[in-house]
């Protein structure tokens, strides 16, 4: 009830708070890299794309103690559950973000100046890894969810468990061959 309710919220979130994140740790460490540099400590080249890198994957949190902190005191259940669902999308949101980053390849012959087209495609990048995943996990929820429902598995609880385990690993490896990123989908 209270997750469904602050759906919004955690989306939001997920959002908004990774990719904030994400960019701060990058600049810091593009920061930091600089600063390196001009020291003379060091003699590798780091792009920011790299850095931006980083941050994505630094960018996704799991607040495990927080939440088990929450549930022994008795926590507000809105709080909990903003928590609990901003740290259950964020990872899926994280992994998409790198991927975007990736994609991100200026054409010419300084590609690691910041170009329009490319930034573009990897916000294409985002939104279509994002979407076809949280598609294929919905449709993939659903038959799941028509099975358990419409067969009498409940008469065999381990059948029901392996089949359950089966279906979600499964979506998950559809998710990952399409070029859907299978984090979402489970989410």
């Given amino acids: 009830r209270h997750f469904f309710r602050n759906m919004g919220s955690i989306i939001t979130y997920a959002f908004l708070g990774t990719a904030i994140s994400c960019f701060v740790i990058g600049n810091l460490m593009y920061g930091v890299v600089k ?10 080249k780091f792009y920011y794309t790299d850095c931006l890198f980083f941050g994505a994957i630094m960018s996704a949190t799991d ?8 549930n022994d005191l008795h926590a507000d259940g809105d709080l909990y559950a903003l928590l609990f669902g901003e740290s259950v999308m ?5 992994i998409v973000l790198s991927s975007s980053i990736v994609a991100y390849q200026p054409s010419g ?18 939104i279509g890894i ?35 385990f089966l279906m979600s690993w499964s979506t998950f490896l559809l998710a990952e061959a399409c070029g859907f990123t299978g984090e979402l989908k489970g989410k």
Avoid: R, W, Y
């Avoid at 600063?35 to 590798?44: F, Y």
């Avoid at 012959?109 to 985002?126: E, I, L, P, Y």
């Avoid at 294929?136 to 008469?155: E, I, Q, S, Y």
């Fill in 109 to 126: 012959t300084n590609t690691h100046m910041f170009d329009a087209a490319a930034f573009f495609k990897s916000v294409g990048v985002f």
């Fill in 35 to 44: 600063l390196m540099q001009v020291l003379g400590q060091l003699t590798d």
């Fill in 63 to 70: 607040p495990v103690t927080v939440l088990a902190i929450f």
């Fill in 130 to 164: 994002f979407s076809g995943s949280f598609v294929m996990g919905a449709a993939t929820g659903v038959v799941t969810a028509l099975v358990t429902k419409f067969t009498k598995l409940h008469c065999f609880p381990l059948l029901e468990t392996a089949l359950f």
């Fill in 90 to 94: 964020n990872d899926a949101v994280a």
